[in-house]
């Protein structure tokens, strides 16, 4: 079958793995002049990094098949990672259920009544026992107002947003704890986290190299404007109004679904209206080159209201700095809508904005430590997760035959994440394997 893939981000490239190997003919369409899409990286001082902080998990089991595949799986390298919590003022650690009983903050009845909150949604089989509720109401009812207000409330907080936060349904929440406490080895061990040597790039451009291997043609810097249909059959894809229509037995599009809607014009409209059911947040990324480090931490979720950013990852804590000439590398970052005045701000004047409060974190920090600063502003890089979003996900398969949808908003009720592109990349491939045979 000729296949057209539109997007080479991990779901795009991994897609075009599977099928190919299925020696299907297989094209990938990517606007941008790089691979990788929300996980791609730029270089600081010649040296590869992720636009937006990324990590895998121990139990991001497709992924890691995946780069046993490819030849990748003695590349990655697994690191012990610190998080905490900025709470009035002071750094407290979350690394273990030890550190609950350890938060001050709380008092000792709070701090049992966070650690029971956690053990119970642990004990809940299934997110779909949660899936009506929204993780403000469960979390407040089952942990109490203060540990929510101290802890909950920040991570929420922390992903989706002032917006967004109070609406976010409380299978999230469980599919977050429930993938993370499987990640590690037991409850009491110390989380590790998986990065490929050489960067996410060094993942993707074996992805790559091995499509290319398989006969996939890649075209980059080609942004896709129409999906053509016929009696609402997929007919093929034009790159622009007056090119020539590049004709297709199947189309897979990875592009975020306000994006899709717009080149898909043959859509109906009960399959708009899901697309357009699901709000996404944007990401900015403040990310400073320093001198010296901020903290000990590769991961501080802020509960300071005032502090206008919402996470502090300091990546050189969990890769060595010796990989960056010795330098510090520190994301400071948000989740907002466009609408949002730090949305709306140029660089520099986001960076003004965020350098007084660096000093919350590090009372010794100075300016004058930044030796550069980088900045990136990822759109639909989170869809919102509301209570019984499973009724609203669009399906793969969309109202045109042999048209088929592939993002983030599909990942449930996982958090998206570059294994579940991958599981995803595997689902659909199974489907148009299908469909083909049948
Ligand atoms: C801030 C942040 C932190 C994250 N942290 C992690 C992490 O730690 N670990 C992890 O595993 N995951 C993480 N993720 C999630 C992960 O990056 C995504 O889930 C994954 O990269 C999504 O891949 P995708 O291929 O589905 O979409 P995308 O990466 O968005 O790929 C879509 C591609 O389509 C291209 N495109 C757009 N329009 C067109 C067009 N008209 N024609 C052709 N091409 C087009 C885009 O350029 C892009 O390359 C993070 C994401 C963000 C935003």
């Avoid at 404007?225 to 189309?251: A, C, P, W």
């Avoid at 717009?262 to 009960?270: E, M, Y």
């Amino acid at each position: 079958m000729k296949i057209a893939i539109i997007g080479a981000g991990a779901t795009g490239l991994a897609t075009a793995y599977y099928l190919s190997k299925k020696e299907h003919k297989v094209t990938i369409y990517e606007s941008s002049n790089y691979i990788g899409g929300h996980a791609s990286t730029f270089e600081i001082n010649g040296t590869p990094i992720e636009r937006a902080y990324h990590h895998w998990f121990r139990n991001d089991y497709e992924i890691l098949q995946l780069c046993e595949e490819i030849g990748l799986s003695d590349q990655i390298g697994w690191h012990n990672s610190k998080v905490g919590t900025l709470f009035q003022g002071k750094i407290y650690n979350f690394n273990s259920p030890i550190d609950i009983l350890k938060y001050t903050p709380l008092s000792i009845i709070d701090r049992f009544k966070l650690g029971l909150s956690t053990l119970k949604i642990q004990r809940i089989k299934s997110w779909k026992y949660v899936e009506n509720v929204t993780a403000v109401e469960w979390l407040k009812k089952n942990a109490g107002v203060h540990a929510y207000k101290a802890f909950w409330e920040p991570m929420l907080r922390g992903k989706f947003g002032e917006e967004y936060y109070k609406e976010i349904g409380m299978s999230w929440v469980w599919g977050k704890i429930h993938t993370r406490l499987a990640s590690r080895k037991g409850i009491m061990s110390k989380e590790k986290l998986g990065y490929p040597v050489g960067s996410f790039k060094f993942f993707f451009e074996k992805l790559y190299e091995k499509n290319i291997a398989q006969g996939v043609n890649v075209h980059l810097s080609t942004p896709i404007t129409e999906i053509i249909s016929q009696d609402n059959k997929v007919k093929g894809l034009r790159i622009n109004k007056s090119s020539n229509l590049e004709k297709f037995d199947r189309i897979i599009c990875t592009l975020p679904s306000d994006i899709f809607q717009k080149i898909a014009p043959g859509l109906n409209n009960t399959y708009i209206s899901k697309l357009t059911s699901v709000d996404y947040m944007s990401a900015i990324l403040a990310i400073i080159v320093t001198n010296q480090p901020i903290s000990d931490k590769y991961w501080i979720n802020i509960a300071d209201r005032e502090i206008p950013f919402l996470g502090v990852i300091e990546h050189t804590n969990l890769i060595s700095s010796s990989n960056y000439s010795n330098k510090n590398i520190t994301y400071l970052t948000n989740y907002t809508t466009k609408s949002d005045p730090l949305y709306k701000m140029s660089d520099q004047e986001l960076l003004n904005e965020y350098i007084p409060h660096i000093k919350k974190i590090n009372p010794n920090f100075n300016q004058s430590w930044i030796e550069e600063y980088h900045y990136h502003k990822i759109d639909n890089a989170q869809p919102v997760i509301r209570p019984n979003y499973s009724k609203i996900i669009p399906s793969y398969e969309t109202s045109i035959e042999n048209l088929y949808l592939a993002n983030t908003t599909q990942i449930y009720p996982e958090d998206r994440g570059t294994n579940y592109s991958i599981r995803m990349a595997m689902d659909i491939a199974k489907i148009i394997e299908k469909s083909y045979n049948f």
